[in-house]
């Protein structure tokens, strides 16, 4: 008992430093965890406390990642689609604001999914088999759909194809190491530091200020959530950002503080239903559950209690932290150079797709960022970029 407790701490500490630093992911950290034990393999660390660590830096890392995707503009798989509304509330001097809404969602996310969690257990029991005979048409349904509700219809089509291609060629380059890390930041980062440096833009004086919020409108976001959390769960290459924009559509309602909590309360959502989904079905839906399924092929119901336990325990101090941490960030903003900040982020993200990824990346780099303009240049909606993994999907689906 006393190792799971040490790792699980481990695990806060690494799940916080993935958070905060850009380009550092989860998903690489869990990696490394599984490459460094399989080379020393230590008698004192069970495989049981390795997955506590893997599993603790996930859940930090899905709290904290919501500071850099707001201050600095470099978002992670999760909050890809959440930059925009987040840096809004950044150069109006409520950082920190959009922060709290975000950890609204995923803290009233966590502990309304682990409530309703026997409800979902029902439903993929009767559903499953029915469900993943139909995911190439469902996927197919809702980029039809995101393309369709925009204006124009052959710019929103023509920015998937291309995110869409060069996902296809990414994901199947035998040669690069964690590729999401080169193409995820050049379609949504990239582009937004660069513009902030050519607008010269200078931001307002940050203020620690609370959303002034209704108790109806968190409790109508975290609903939303469970449903389209738990519909989306089942479909690969869409994650939390995605199911965020769809239940958008579907409730009508556009506001940024709905949004920011439907991001939040899926980002951490997704942590549950993915080690839910690997008891039920024995399918891995993210890179820390994957390292989890290398360690521990199968868990039983008694595991899956073990790890809820560890979401209760680990969530509502890192909820804490993350919020010590933003104000930090938010007077750190303050007073810093901004245009400085946005090109030492650059400069750090290149340099770690470089060491991480090797130098085939920084041509991954360069094109993402190139495709990720089309939308600021045609004024179509971003989403369409996520066609970066949605289309290798459908083809892997139909080929």
């Known amino acids: 008992m006393l190792d799971i407790l040490l790792m699980s701490l481990l695990g806060i500490i690494a799940g916080i430093v993935a958070g905060i630093i850009p380009g550092i992911h989860s998903n690489l950290l869990a990696t490394a965890s599984l490459s460094v034990y399989a080379a020393i393999n230590p008698s004192y660390i069970s495989p049981l406390s390795l997955c506590a660590f893997i599993y603790t830096l996930s859940l930090v890392n899905?709290?904290?990642?919501?500071?850099?995707?707001?201050?600095?503009?470099?978002?992670?798989?999760?909050?890809?689609?959440?930059?925009?509304?987040?840096?809004?509330?950044?150069?109006?001097?409520?950082?920190?604001?959009?922060?709290?809404?975000?950890?609204?969602?995923?803290?009233?996310?966590?502990?309304?999914?682990?409530?309703t969690l026997p409800i979902f257990i029902f439903l993929v029991?009767?559903?499953?088999?029915?469900?993943?005979?139909?995911?190439?048409?469902?996927?197919?349904?809702?980029?039809?759909?995101?393309?369709?509700?925009?204006?124009?219809?052959?710019?929103?089509?023509?920015?998937?194809?291309?995110?869409g291609i060069l996902g296809i060629i990414t994901l199947n380059l035998q040669r690069l190491n964690e590729p999401l890390l080169p193409l995820l930041t050049g379609l949504f980062g990239m582009p937004a530091l660069i513009s902030s440096i050519s607008a010269k833009e200078s931001l307002s004086q940050q203020v620690i200020t609370f959303p002034e919020i209704k108790p109806k409108e968190i409790s109508k976001s975290i609903s939303v959530s469970l449903i389209s959390g738990s519909i989306f769960s089942f479909l690969p290459s869409l994650g939390p950002s995605q199911a965020a924009v769809f239940s958008s559509l579907i409730t009508k309602d556009s506001s940024r503080q709905s949004y920011l909590m439907l991001i939040g309360a899926l980002n951490t959502m997704s942590m549950i239903i993915s080690i839910a989904t690997f008891y039920l079905i024995n399918k891995a839906r993210?890179?820390?559950?994957?390292?989890?399924?290398?360690?521990?092929?199968?868990?039983?119901?008694?595991?899956?209690?073990?790890?809820?336990?560890?979401?209760?325990?680990?969530?509502?101090?890192?909820?804490?932290?993350?919020?010590?941490?933003?104000?930090?960030?938010?007077?750190?903003?303050?007073?810093?150079?901004?245009?400085?900040?946005?090109?030492?982020?650059?400069?750090?993200?290149?340099?770690?797709?470089?060491?991480?990824?090797?130098?085939?990346?920084?041509?991954?780099?360069?094109?993402?960022?190139?495709?990720?303009?089309?939308?600021?240049?045609?004024?179509?909606?971003?989403?369409?970029?996520?066609?970066?993994?949605?289309?290798?999907?459908?083809?892997?689906?139909?080929?």
Request: hydrophobic share 55%; net charge positive; aromatic share 12%.
């Open 286 to 399: 993210n890179g820390a559950i994957v390292a989890i399924s290398t360690i521990l092929p199968a868990i039983d119901l008694n595991l899956l209690l073990f790890f809820l336990a560890i979401t209760l325990i680990v969530g509502y101090p890192t909820l804490h932290v993350t919020l010590f941490l933003s104000r930090k960030f938010s007077y750190f903003i303050s007073k810093a150079n901004y245009q400085l900040i946005s090109i030492i982020v650059m400069v750090l993200i290149t340099v770690i797709s470089l060491i991480i990824s090797g130098p085939l990346s920084l041509l991954i780099l360069f094109t993402a960022t190139a495709i990720g303009f089309i939308p600021q240049i045609t004024n179509v909606s971003r989403n369409h970029l996520m066609g970066c993994l949605m289309l290798s999907t459908i083809m892997y689906y139909l080929l």
């Open 62 to 115: 899905n709290f904290l990642s919501f500071i850099p995707s707001t201050y600095l503009g470099v978002p992670d798989s999760g909050t890809v689609l959440s930059l925009m509304p987040a840096h809004q509330y950044l150069k109006e001097g409520k950082g920190h604001e959009a922060v709290i809404l975000s950890l609204i969602g995923a803290y009233g996310s966590m502990i309304a999914s682990i409530i």
């Open 125 to 163: 029991k009767i559903s499953y088999s029915f469900i993943k005979k139909q995911v190439p048409i469902l996927l197919i349904l809702i980029a039809l759909t995101l393309i369709l509700r925009e204006k124009s219809k052959f710019l929103a089509f023509y920015t998937f194809l291309c995110a």
